[in-house]
């Protein structure tokens, strides 16, 4: 039986090489090409796209008892001296796209390589993408709906970029019998991508991702920021926070606290799940209409990453900058290269898990479910008979000071 399939193999992949060098042909003669080669150029030297090392000085990641990300503290602090180019964690994916753009009659190897290429090269080439994304912000029926955005974002950046065009929409988001599709015009039926999308465990950070996106155990969580309405999880999250952090700056995004503690889970819950990938510097996305961040964590190393608050359009054009790292990130197990030596060895850790007991450190590392994921109250979880209630913080650990 496995003869029969060689041909269509065969032509499948006639048809991947000639679709790529048509698009690589196209790329090269676009008037785009000097901003994306510019772009290029800023990721692997520039400043303003460096990735900057985080250090936590204090969470509520490890009390003993669970909390949901909506409800997530974890002030950090800015190592300004550790900043690095953002090509320096993607060194697979950046050379990928050097040498197409520089070499002649060029193609990569492995199918996923020209996968990963096929659909960047593709959407840089599709107007109707670019100009989706340059007047996504007018468009006031979409951005200043959490849901509808969501679903705009999934259906029409995120997936177009990502290996695989699945995303899952978490099931508690609002929505009225009029948001079973698509709302930018598109019409595209989405009643069947929400679906259960939480992670963690009811006994440390736990809760429900906006998106998931990708497929195959490698989906990237992302958060879509919307302060503005106060129905949506991000708008909630921001209302509680604003009473209990008064004089801590939160730098680039509102809910930077909850897309930490949704970054730190999912990297350990990842690391659990495919203990043989090549590494663990696990991406999570926060987006609006207007602009993204990205934080990477790496479980295994305890290194945690945060870039700055990147534009999606300049002006009236689009930022290239923005959708290069979007499909880096999506596409981080194939295009990613994780922590060098020198990051490894180098490099300030996390300190995470600082003052957790084992048991709690146990939760992290080894039993974060996916899926059916509820919280418990602090009454329900602490056993007063329980030594876990005696927590003994190692003489080296920061004082913690919570909000009040």
């Not at 468009?139 to 995303?167: G, M, S, W």
């Not at 008064?246 to 690391?271: C, T, W």
């Not at 190393?301 to 002006?315: E, F, H, M």
Request: glycine share 6%.
């Amino acid at each position: 039986m496995a003869a029969l399939y060689k041909p269509r193999d065969k032509r499948r992949k006639i048809d991947i090489d000639s679709e790529l060098k048509s698009l690589i042909i196209s790329i090269k003669h676009s008037t785009s090409l000097p901003d994306i080669t510019a772009t290029l150029r800023a990721l692997c030297e520039g400043d303003a796209d460096a990735l900057t090392v985080l250090i936590i000085e204090s969470s509520n990641a490890c009390l003993g008892y669970g909390v949901p990300f909506s409800m997530a503290f974890c002030h950090t602090k800015l190592q300004l001296k550790e900043s690095y180019t953002f090509a320096s964690f993607f060194v697979p994916g950046m050379s990928l796209i050097e040498k197409a753009l520089n070499m002649t009659d060029w193609l990569p190897d492995d199918d996923l390589s020209k996968q990963s290429l096929v659909r960047l090269l593709s959407f840089l080439n599709d107007k109707g993408s670019i100009n989706f994304i340059k007047t996504l912000h007018k468009r006031q029926d979409i951005f200043n709906n959490e849901t509808r955005l969501c679903v705009a974002l999934a259906e029409h950046v995120l997936t177009k970029l990502a290996p695989k065009a699945n995303y899952i929409l978490d099931h508690h988001y609002p929505r009225l019998k009029t948001d079973d599709e698509c709302r930018c015009g598109c019409h595209s039926k989405i009643d069947d991508k929400y679906g259960d999308t939480s992670i963690g465990h009811y006994s440390v950070w736990h809760g429900n991702i906006d998106a998931l996106v990708g497929g195959e155990g490698l989906e990237i969580p992302v958060l879509i920021d919307l302060t503005n309405d106060p129905d949506s999880p991000g708008g909630r999250a921001q209302a509680e926070m604003k009473h209990r952090i008064k004089n801590e700056h939160i730098e680039d995004f509102p809910i930077k606290h909850q897309m930490l503690s949704q970054a730190i889970v999912f990297s350990f819950l990842q690391k659990a799940r495919h203990p043989d990938s090549k590494h663990f510097l696990i991406p999570c996305i926060g987006m609006s209409a207007k602009q993204m961040i990205v934080y990477l964590y790496d479980s295994k190393y305890d290194v945690l990453l945060q870039s700055r608050a990147i534009s999606l359009t300049d002006g009236n054009e689009v930022n290239y900058t923005g959708l290069i790292v979007l499909w880096l990130v999506l596409n981080y197990q194939n295009l990613g290269s994780g922590l060098s030596e020198y990051c490894v060895k180098n490099m300030s850790k996390a300190a995470f898990l600082k003052g957790a007991d084992s048991e709690t450190e146990n939760i992290y590392k080894e039993r974060l479910p996916v899926g059916d994921v509820h919280g418990r109250s602090m009454c329900e979880t602490l056993d007063p008979t329980s030594t876990r209630r005696v927590v003994i913080t190692p003489p080296d650990t920061p004082k913690f000071v919570w909000p009040s």
